[in-house]
């Protein structure tokens, strides 16, 4: 196939040479938004006289057939063509003819390319955004299910202060909510327009680039020609934004796997859900949460790709810069798997609630609770702190707890302790006494439940 540049060349490319400059194997999924791109682009050209009005139309016209042929499969893609842009152009041409010619006035590769990365990362945005969505949806549901779920909340991997189950998951629900936030600010960074910038600095003709924006959905136009087609600070927030929504998902799938072992025994994952062994009849893997903490790192490296693809390339456009779409789709395609299987997994476990509560009476969770009781009783905290110390280490050794003692024993410690005691060191109590805004109460996860709904209304 002839290369729209190839009046320049005394040769034809080297067949290896096209191989590796082609673009089509991966952005030809990008078809919709650069024919959409096209058709503004047509429609303005038209509107300000720089073609005929009777060619506009007949572009644009062509280009919603084409769109259509290629959606349901009259038209295959052309794995040979240079790029989606070169083969949507050609076969244009094949069609209307000279008046296909026309349609790339006023306008270089550089911001057509640039112009449809931005319209398909906008499309992309909108839906990772209602797969968060949908994930803090389910995080809500299984907090109110289990807001009185009491559960040891742990530091360095060890019981630390007793919480609930729903208090728990609402911890999760906030860093989606700020991912979210991160995603819709990206794509306020990305709805903007780069066409009229030309290869780098802009065109002669009378074009109006708001007119374009705007028949685009979009919100303004970039400020600088030679910035417009080399920005992709856009597409970099939108890999890092990914990245560490992979990052909590990561995080919440290593909870997963760990409270579905038989040592924690916290949850069961359904069946639906789980994987077996091909040795070992007994085996139910927890394989979803293991591939999303391993696919973090997948995500993780196209950030990487991007960052150091970008580090080296002077202004303005640079070949280098095609290599950013891979990447990017990658890391999209994983997030939006991982973000709809996990979320589908969370909604069918089954919470093991009296294995929860039986783990936070065991490891000596309200020990600061009875320090804060001797506190109240007119004790400094230092020396309340020392004396539940030593109550922990009587436990220990007489493989007893706290909430068990005998007054007269709680005495040999302290005088100051009586019967009051057993309410302040009681499991339930040391949770709902907890009513600071952002603590486990349940009237304080009762409220982190209801800005979690609210957040997702206000969203839709």
């Known amino acids: 196939m002839a290369k729209m540049w190839d009046a320049r060349f005394s040769k034809v490319e080297n067949k290896r040479v096209n191989d590796f400059n082609s673009s089509i194997s991966f952005d030809s999924r990008m078809f919709r938004e650069d024919i959409e791109g096209s058709i503004a682009h047509a429609t303005m050209l038209g509107k300000k006289g720089i073609i005929s009005a009777d060619d506009s139309e007949k572009i644009v016209t062509a280009l919603r057939q084409i769109r259509s042929d290629i959606e349901d499969g009259t038209l295959p893609i052309d794995p040979e063509a240079e790029d989606i842009h070169m083969f949507v152009e050609e076969v244009l041409t094949k069609r209307i003819g000279d008046a296909g010619k026309r349609l790339h006035t006023a306008r270089s590769r550089n911001d057509q390319v640039a112009l449809d990365i931005r319209l398909y990362l906008k499309k992309e945005i909108g839906e990772i955004r209602e797969l968060v969505l949908n994930l803090l949806s389910v995080i809500a549901k299984t907090a109110e299910e289990n807001k009185d779920a009491v559960m040891p909340g742990y ?60 028949l685009l959905g979009l919100d303004g136009v970039t400020e600088n020609s030679m910035d417009g087609v080399s920005d992709r600070d856009f597409l970099l927030e939108l890999a890092f934004d990914l990245s560490v929504i992979m990052m909590h998902l990561s995080r919440f799938s290593e909870e997963i796997i760990l409270w579905c072992s038989s040592e924690f025994s916290f949850i069961d994952l359904d069946d639906a859900f789980s994987t077996g062994s091909s040795i070992m009849p007994q085996k139910k893997n927890p394989d979803i949460a293991e591939l999303v903490r391993g696919k973090t790192g997948r995500v993780y490296g196209d950030l990487t790709t991007v960052l150091t693809m970008m580090k080296g390339i002077p202004l303005a456009y640079n070949k280098d810069m095609q290599e950013d779409k891979e990447a990017i789709f990658d890391a999209i395609d994983n997030a939006k798997l991982c973000l709809e299987l996990f979320a589908s997994m969370l909604d069918t476990l089954t919470v093991k609630r009296d294995n929860l509560r039986k783990s936070a009476s065991g490891g000596f969770i309200n020990a600061t609770d009875c320090a804060d009781y001797l506190v109240g009783k007119g004790l400094p905290f230092r020396d309340a702190y020392r004396v539940s110390g030593r109550l922990v280490a009587y436990c220990i050794e007489n493989k007893t707890d706290i909430e068990s003692l005998d007054l007269d024993t709680y005495r040999q410690f302290s005088p100051l302790f009586d019967e009051g005691v057993y309410d302040a060191v009681n499991l339930d109590n040391c949770v709902n006494r907890r009513t600071v805004y952002g603590g486990p109460s349940i009237e304080s996860v009762e409220r982190q439940i209801g800005i979690v709904k609210s957040y997702i209304q206000l969203q839709a």
């Open 155 to 214: 530091t360095h991997l060890q019981r630390a202060q007793p919480v609930t189950f729903g208090h728990y998951m609402l911890a999760y629900a906030q860093m989606f909510i700020r991912d979210d936030l991160r995603l819709k600010q990206t794509l306020e960074r990305t709805a903007i327009s780069p066409l009229g910038s030309g290869a780098l600095a802009s065109t002669t003709y009378p074009i109006d680039r708001q007119m374009v924006a705007e």
